[in-house]
């Protein structure tokens, strides 16, 4: 059905109200989203930017809500009511945590196929079979705390809705799996990087984009695709011995998932990751604003940063040009890599910690614990 003067004008001021908060909230298919969303929705995401909450926390609450509105339309053909009734929330959980085997000899068990292949069809959908409880959890979540920035109560905490998770969970079973089935260590970074060649554009950007992300302290994705000029220090050179003074750059990362709104994290670049971010900004003659951006067709730097997906998908690529398995690696792969590459050196975990800035020396550890039980010997009694 055409679109009619008043409904388009709609699309076209909410595509422009959602590009007035890009720069705090980067959004992949604004286009698609700024049909979506409601003009309430964009509004209640303006005002989140405007309070001040984490970059990562609006990216998740966004992508959510996405998700939310597109099967909220799939399977009751009209946007989300806000608050969501008991009934609606229940539905969500029966479309989205279902029995395989059950569902094999009952086609009405689960998610019904048209909302299926509506989702599909949007690519809000790409995996076969039930949800993740863990994601179901986090969409709930994100559902609750977007109805309270309304100003509005809902059902979550119902005993209904909590006992229809218990069961739903029980009757799908899914082991936990790994962010990355393996972990980016030096080595494998050598192999993605031998892909880069030093005179094509998108390779010096690729390249900047992996070395910077690994020595930074595997930096996260978000924060790779949000990085900014703005956040980059020239320090003074570091001194060593037999050789010339190594460049070294300061990233102040500001608010990151682990931290609160004053604190703002500083972790160190030195030598040949600082030479391949000087290449990259350099050729693509980028002075300011987003310093990881797309690449078009013909070899013209975007002046919109790479979405978060696009630094995962690029990992990917690589490895799959090296010749190893895409599917074995993630972009969480850098940064559970460099912990797994300090341990195998021998570097302090407090240290290591102090560059990849986590918080938990419980998760920090796992990474060394690993390492040292594959060489120590209680591995080689034999």
């Not at 000899?105 to 409880?133: C, T, W, Y």
């Not at 990259?280 to 951006?293: L, Q």
């Not at 918080?359 to 690993?370: E, I, T």
């Amino acid at each position: 059905m055409a679109k009619t003067k008043t409904s388009l004008t709609a699309v076209e001021r909410r595509a422009e109200e959602l590009d007035t908060i890009a720069s705090v909230l980067p959004l992949e298919r604004r286009d698609e989203l700024a049909e979506l969303l409601t003009d309430q929705d964009v509004e209640t995401l303006k005002h989140l930017v405007e309070r001040g909450m984490g970059d990562n926390t609006l990216r998740a609450l966004t992508s959510d809500l996405a998700y939310l509105e597109a099967w909220g339309l799939a399977a009751t053909g009209s946007s989300l009511p806000w608050p969501a009734p008991e009934a609606l929330l229940l539905k969500f959980v029966a479309h989205h945590l279902w029995d395989p085997e059950k569902r094999a000899g009952d086609p009405n068990h689960g998610m019904p196929i048209d909302v299926d292949e509506n989702l599909r069809r949007q690519r809000f959908l790409k995996s076969i079979g039930p949800h993740a409880p863990d994601t179901v959890r986090r969409r709930l979540a994100s559902w609750s705390t977007l109805t309270k920035w309304r100003g509005l109560s809902g059902s979550f905490s119902s005993p209904a809705l909590k006992q229809a998770i218990r069961l739903a969970v029980r009757a799908t079973p899914r082991p936990r799996k790994r962010k990355s089935a393996k972990a980016v260590t030096s080595d494998v970074l050598a192999k993605l990087l031998a892909t880069c060649a030093p005179e094509n554009l998108r390779d010096l950007r690729d390249r900047a984009l992996l070395m910077v992300a690994f020595a930074s302290g595997g930096r996260r994705r978000s924060e790779m695709s949000g990085l900014r000029v703005e956040q980059l220090v020239v320090e003074a050179p570091v001194e060593v011995v037999d050789g010339p003074p190594l460049p070294s750059l300061a990233i102040h990362l500001g608010r990151t998932k682990t931290t609160s709104g004053e604190q703002d994290d500083v972790v160190y670049l030195t030598g040949r990751p600082v030479e391949a971010l000087n290449a990259w900004m350099a050729t693509a003659k980028i002075e300011k604003g987003s310093v990881f951006r797309g690449i078009g067709r013909w070899g013209t730097v975007s002046k919109r940063a790479l979405d978060p997906q696009s630094v995962n998908a690029i990992l990917k690529q690589r490895a799959e040009m090296a010749g190893l398995d895409s599917g074995e690696f993630s972009a969480h792969g850098l940064r559970s890599g460099y912990l797994t590459e300090a341990a195998n050196r021998g570097i302090p975990l407090p240290e290591a910690m102090e560059q990849s800035r986590h918080r938990s020396v419980q998760q920090a550890s796992s990474y060394y614990n690993s390492a040292t039980r594959r060489s120590g010997r209680a591995a080689r009694l034999l």
